[in-house]
Structures are given as C-alpha cells and as structure tokens.
C-alpha cells in the first residue's frame, strides 16, 4: 500500500518543484490567496482542527488545537518554524525544505494568517547553513513576487519571514529552548507554563511548528479536512514522511499514510535487511523511544500515534532505525546514551548527571575491564532515577533505550557481565 | 531604545551591511537576537572567537562579553579556539555507525596519519566526530566547516574521503 500520490514530497513527481514558477504552475499559493481573501483566520483554526492534522515534530498534539490556545487580543504575535531537526535518523524536514520550499513557506503564511502574526522566523539547525542559504533567496523571491510583504493580496495581511540559524545543540529542537536560542540565550528549556501560545517568543504568544506540520496546510486549505481526513487513520489522519535508516537495504524517506505498517515501510518499500541477516530490533523515533523486539506482530504494527503506545513505544518523529541480528542492543544503548549524554543543555541535575553516569557505565560495560556483576542492575536503576524529574523531555528520552534495552534484550547487556573480559563491539563495520 | 554605543572594529566596519540586515530581521528593542549570527560573522573573520571577537560581538549588541561567551562553550559550532583551515566533522552517531561511520571515521584518520580531535601536521585539516546531521540514509558522511560556511559531503568512501583532502590540500597547501 504505498502511497497513491504524494502530499508532502511532491517534488518527487514533478521536475523542477523548488522553482516557483513551477510551484505556481502547479497551482501553488492557490490556497493562500483564497484564504487570506475569502477566510477569516478562525476559519482557518476551524478547518485544520477538523482536518486532524497532529503535530509531525514528535509530540503528534493536534495542531488546530494548538493555534486555539494563543492568547486572546494580544500582540504581536510571532510565528516560529522548528526547523532544528536533529534527532538521531530523522532527515524529512531537511528533503521538504531542499526539495519542496514553497509548500512549507506557503504554510508558513497560512499559519501566520491563522495565528494573526505578520513576523515568522525559521530556526533552521547551524548544520544546514547551505539549506538556509537558499531558503533565504527564495523568501527574498516571494517578497519580489508579492507573496511577501505588506496588505498581502490587496488585504491588511502583512507577513515578513526571516531564517535564523542555530549552531549545534540538539535541545533546540524543543520549543522553549528554541525560543531562548532566539532570543540570543543559552539554549535551555523553559519552565512551563506559561506555554508558548501564551507567553513565547520575546514574551509574546507564539506558534512553534514542525516543517512538515506546516507543509501540510496548503494541501489541506486547498482540498479540504475531510478530503484529508480520507487518508490515515480516524485518530492519526494523512500521511507522514518516515526516516528510513540503519540496517536496511534502502534507507531513505518514504511518505506513506499513517497507520501503514513497519513490514511495508522496512521490507516492501525499503528492500528489507541486507547481507542475509534478520531484523532484531526497531528504534521507531530517532533516539528518542523505546527499542522494539521485531516479532511479528510489531513488524504488523500500524505507524501511527495510538498504535505504537500499544505495543510499549512511540511514533514520535517517525525516524525507523533498524537493527539487525548482528548488532549488540547494548551496544544501541550506548551510542543513544553518548548522543544524550553530549546534548543535555545541563539545566536539570537528573538529566545531566545521570547521563553522564549512564554513559559511564555503559563505556564499563564495554571497555573490557572487569564488569561488577550487578552493573546491569545499576545501570537500570540510574536511569530510573531520571525518569519523571526533568523539565523537558530530554532527559525522558535518554532513560528509554536504555531501560527497554535492559527489558527486553538483556542477555545482550548481561554477556558483558558474564565475559567481563572480552571486547563486545561486534558491530557492523567495527 | 537608543542604539548602544558602537566601537568601529573591523567587523563593524568590512561587514557594516551585513550587520545592519542582520540587526534588521529582529525588533529594534531585541538585538541580543542578533548574537548568533553574528558569532558566525565574527568566527568567519577571525577564524575562531577569540576573546576580542567575542568583545568585538558583544559592544555591537550592547551586551556583556560574559553573555557572549556564555553561547561559545553551549554550541557546538563556535570555537573558541583555533583548528585547521578546515573542520572534517563526521558523524558517528546510531544510523551512520550502523553503516560503518565508525570504521570510516578511523581509516580516515590513519590516512591523515591523526587521531580523531587532532589537526593535520601542514595545519590544514582537522578531524572531529558530531552528533547526527540528518544524513542518515547517506552514509558514511561529513559536513565541512570553513570560512565559507558549512557544507555536506555524502555517500562518501574512504577513498572519495581521502581525494577531498586532496582538494582541501591544493585549495589551502600552497598559500
């Protein structure tokens, strides 16, 4: 069941989609100029509530519902584009901004024009300074064009967008510390609430959203919620872009419609595991979820929001890492930990410190010294010791390989103890 | 507001436009917005953020140097140090290490004769190991940090590794 058309990577059928005149040719700012006519910005909240769209950065809140919790009557009011991807296997918000620009900026207006905010910035991640680069000429093009600017369309709708670069810090990928990192601060979370929609950027109320959520409005002001509604499940409707990467034949972004199941996207779309081997294990968010054991029924599991907590995970920003059966589970644990320990901004003593222990004592585990026969043990319980006490998410994240690798691969953490001695990173191209 | 007083160093003045378009994109009473970009202009000028660029940064936005150089020790692409011409950054995390990053990342190293952190005896080169670059399904792969910017180079081999520092030697070697 793939995809009967694309949504998303449009690019992908058509030549040339990063130009505007093809974007255009394509019917493309249709949906803006006849909202921004014809539509009031309540219309507009009304109609991407119906449609169900959820947030794609990770969290899956629903994006209507979102927009609706702005403060009443106070401005300005801004618009910010999370464009920081950096979790570990994500890169779809990277081909949608490289490969099909207008769409995202034309929902960035229309989210602008929904949120009544004439200023959006993009935080794009430092990394994509070539990206941002060409982002900017085509926002300079569509202000030559008269698709930016001021009384947009003849209306009182003004919108400036400008890109801002970040520099390297994974928690800037949430929405608080983003705001800070624009704001020209340390790129800490912020204690919440207030949330954003009340108090966000310079204090005012602030829409952040994921590029590929705001790559969704034009397709859905244009067709419509219940054509949307059409794709997808009841609860997760339309499609998403999944990160297919690790070991697997094909890796790659795939956009499939949510509630498509692992086996499609990682067998029938990406070619399945190379080199003979089976698939073990699934990571399907990034760094960012608990591991799957591969059976069968996870591998007939739908990919959607409600279906992953079922079967002990999440959807998150969909980035499906395989693993096959070569590979040493804590071995997993300690690259996600590393990446975890590196990029806690170091605000909250649980996260900062007990990864910093997790690490160690992952690095124990396979250094070869003499492991201490109840390090597994340890390990678990410093992770526990994380969970529930952080202000954001992150230190949330880093305790989950960790304690799903423990629960259900231990024998792969346990080797270590029972063979002290012997170095275990047999790892594909180690 | 009214504009702090500005010192005319040399980045005020080789990229006095510059400045002025980045000050423009953020409200006249939010010009700490500005830092960031303006760390990568400085870093650009003087190859890293000495303690005088960062001085330099922080009377142009009225700030102090201590929140100035507070950003340099959190973000990972701001040096406070000097390098090699050319920053290797290659990306060992989860997804590339699966796909032989690691193995990669140390060929590379004994080819250049270099440990990984280290520079290149001609100063030109200097190796690094990053956290993900959303290249996942290009790996093995590496981004370039350089007085241009920062640039990617995917799908890469030891071998198309080793002939790009080929390049970077005949770019840089000779001047």
């Known amino acids: ?430 | 507001m009214t504009a702090p007083d500005v010192r005319l160093g040399a980045l005020r003045e080789k990229y006095a436009a510059e400045i002025d378009a980045i000050l423009a994109r953020y409200p006249d009473d939010q010009r700490r917005s500005a830092v960031m970009p303006l760390l990568y202009l400085a870093q650009h000028q003087y190859g890293y953020l000495s303690p005088a660029a960062l001085q330099e940064v922080a009377t142009i936005l009225g700030l102090s140097s201590t929140q100035v150089g507070s950003l340099v020790g959190f973000y990972t692409l701001y040096h406070d140090r000097p390098a090699g011409k050319v920053r290797m950054q290659i990306c060992t995390d989860l997804p590339c290490a699966l796909r032989g990053a690691e193995a990669f990342a140390q060929s590379v190293c004994q080819n250049l004769g270099i440990r990984l952190g280290e520079t290149t005896a001609d100063g030109l080169i200097t190796v690094e190991e990053v956290t993900c670059l959303a290249g996942c399904d290009r790996a093995p792969m590496f981004q370039v940090q350089d007085g241009t910017g920062i640039h990617y180079r995917e799908s890469q081999t030891v071998e198309s590794a080793m002939a790009w520092t080929e390049e970077v030697r005949r770019t840089y070697g000779r001047s």
């Open chain 1, 1 to 430: 069941m793939a995809a009967a058309e694309h949504i998303l990577l449009r690019h992908r059928d058509i030549p040339d989609f990063d130009r505007l005149d093809t974007y255009l040719a394509q019917g493309g700012f249709a949906a803006l100029r006849n909202t921004v006519s014809g539509k009031s910005p309540q219309d507009v909240i009304e109609i991407v509530k119906a449609s169900g769209l959820r947030g794609r950065g990770g969290a899956g809140f629903p994006t209507g519902v979102k927009w609706s919790f702005l403060t009443p009557d106070v401005y300005p009011r801004y618009v910010v584009v999370n464009a920081d991807e950096s979790e570990p296997g994500t890169f779809k918000d990277r081909e949608i901004m490289e490969h099909n620009p207008f769409q995202l900026l034309e929902g960035v207006a229309l989210c602008a024009f929904a949120a009544r905010a004439s200023t959006a910035y993009i935080y794009c991640r430092g990394e994509f300074w070539d990206l941002a680069a060409a982002l900017e000429a085509h926002i300079a093009e569509l202000r030559a064009r008269g698709f930016l600017g001021q009384n947009l369309f003849g209306t009182d709708f003004s919108l400036e967008i400008f890109v801002h670069l970040g520099a390297g810090a994974y928690i800037c990928g949430e929405e608080t510390a983003l705001l800070e990192s624009l704001e020209g601060k340390l790129g800490q979370p912020r204690l919440r609430p207030p949330f954003p929609a009340a108090k966000g950027l310079y204090g005012q109320p602030t829409v952040v959203n994921n590029v590929e959520t705001l790559a969704n409005l034009p397709p859905i002001l244009e067709r419509g919620a219940e054509w949307y509604r059409s794709i997808g499940t009841k609860d997760s409707p339309g499609t998403k872009v999944f990160s297919l990467s690790g070991n697997v034949a094909r890796p790659g972004n795939y956009e499939l419609p949510l509630g498509t199941p692992f086996r499609t996207l990682i067998f029938d779309q990406g070619g399945g595991i190379p080199g003979g081997k089976k698939i073990k294990a699934i990571l399907p968010a990034g760094a960012s979820a608990p591991i799957l054991v591969a059976t069968e029924d996870v591998l007939d599991t739908p990919m959607d929001y409600d279906s992953l907590p079922k079967v002990g995970s999440m959807l998150g920003s969909a980035s499906i890492i395989v693993i096959d059966d070569s590979v040493d589970i804590s071995w997993v644990a300690l690259k996600t930990t590393r990446f975890f320990k590196h990029e806690s901004c170091g605000k909250c003593t649980p996260c900062r410190e007990g990864t910093y222990w997790m690490q160690h004592l992952l690095e124990r585990l396979h250094d070869g010294t003499p492991a201490d026969a109840g390090q597994v043990d340890l390990l678990q319980a410093v992770a526990r010791g994380i969970e529930g006490k952080c202000l954001c998410p992150l230190g949330e994240f880093s305790i989950m390989p960790v304690t799903s690798g423990i629960e259900r691969f231990r024998a792969d953490f346990a080797a270590h103890e029972a063979h002290p001695v012997r170095r275990t990173e047999a790892v594909n191209g180690r």
